[in-house]
């Protein structure tokens, strides 16, 4: 797994509550949870068996499966808006970082939660 999975996964919201120093921003940490955990099971029900009746096997494919969670990644940048998105940018300690640097690294996190909700859905640890 490379580095910047790795860190995706370490960036799931157990980690982000843990550098959390106020209460609003855990309360955003914990919105963002809850926004990712609602945007995998909207994909799963509405985006994945469009894209599996697409797929010639019926099965999502690796390119199928980043349409997946680009879908929830922007179902999830929807809920946090602009506003929110400078405020995790500030609790991960990239809110001075370059307009790219700093998206990225919001845009991991949030990959994180999606994937750490999408765990929890299925049940795996």
Known sequence: ???????????????LRARA????????????????????????????PSLQ?????????GESGGRALGAALEALRAQLGPAGEAQLARL????SATGPERQAAVERALIGMLETALSEARGVE
């Open 92 to 95: 991960l300690g990239v809110a």
């Open 1 to 15: 797994m490379c580095a910047a999975a790795t860190w995706a996964l370490l960036a799931g919201a157990a980690w």
């Open 53 to 61: 009746r697409d797929a010639a096997t019926g099965k999502l494919t």
């Open 21 to 48: 120093k106020t209460d609003e921003a855990r309360e955003l940490i914990d919105r963002c949870a809850t926004w990712a955990a609602g945007a995998v099971v909207a994909v799963e029900r509405v985006v994945v």
